[in-house]
């Protein structure tokens, strides 16, 4: 299974992105997907994660609220919209893919088996 990540950019404090994460090599809907991100110096952090269906969702409190996570089975994709962005979301982006079994899990990075290569989000201000 291959995860491609894409959508990253520059933007300004309170401006929108879609993050995209497109699994290949296998069946998006076979997985819990995540969302993780990383700043210089600081630990992989959990954003969100969604069960295979869509049906389920998780957030980590730092971004409740502002980011939304949604996929796409037919088209083997997993998306992050990022609202109301701050310069300490600045970050490179990372999506994982996971067991398809719902746990708590979710939310821990060893859970995942498969990343992708990361996209960089820089959120001036």
């Known amino acids: 299974v291959q995860l491609q990540a894409s959508g990253g950019g520059l933007v300004q404090t309170g401006e929108s992105l879609r993050l995209s994460c497109a699994v290949s090599g296998g069946t998006s809907s076979n997985y819990v997907m995540g969302w993780f991100r990383q700043a210089p110096g600081k630990e992989r952090e959990f954003l969100a994660a969604?069960?295979?269906?869509?049906?389920?969702?998780a957030y980590a409190d730092s971004v409740k609220g502002r980011f939304t996570i949604f996929r796409d089975n037919a088209k083997n994709t997993v998306y992050l919209q990022m609202n109301s962005l701050k310069p300490e979301d600045t970050a490179v982006y990372y999506c994982?893919?996971?067991?398809?079994?719902?746990?708590?899990?979710?939310?821990?990075?060893?859970?995942?088996?498969?990343w992708g290569q990361g996209t960089q989000v820089t959120v001036s201000s």
């Open positions: 994982a893919a996971g067991p398809r079994i719902w746990s708590t899990l979710a939310k821990t990075s060893s859970t995942y088996g498969y």
């Open positions: 969604i069960s295979w269906s869509g049906g389920t969702t």
